[in-house]
């Protein structure tokens, strides 16, 4: 098991540097949850993890580890005020990550091969 985890993370290394920040961006937001969580902190500007899991169909327990993913990847940031963590967006890098897909998709989106099946 442990030699397969190497083998794939060696064979991700082959790749450039964009195409792994693209994948680990795409990987964060892949989770239904981790979408909902980003909507509503967009919608509400800043938040409590405890309100976040109230507007949730999830528990807390697992809120907080949707928020961990997306906080690991600075898509949103949190801060301690007493006991609880406020979190809010970082628009910079999301930008930062959306700007990056456009830079993939453009050259996609401009081919002009149609494909019929």
Known sequence: MFAALNI?????ELFDENLQELA???KAIS????????????ETKTCISGDISDQLPLSRTTVSQHLKEL??????HGTIDGLKVNYC???????YYLDKFDLFFTPLKEVEIHCEI
């Open 8 to 12: 794939d993370m060696i064979k991700k």
């Open 24 to 26: 680990a961006f795409t």
């Open 31 to 42: 989770h239904p949850a981790r979408l909902a969580i980003l909507k509503y902190l967009a």
């Open 71 to 76: 906080k690991e990847l600075g898509l949103i």
């Open 89 to 95: 967006i970082c628009s910079s890098k999301v930008n």
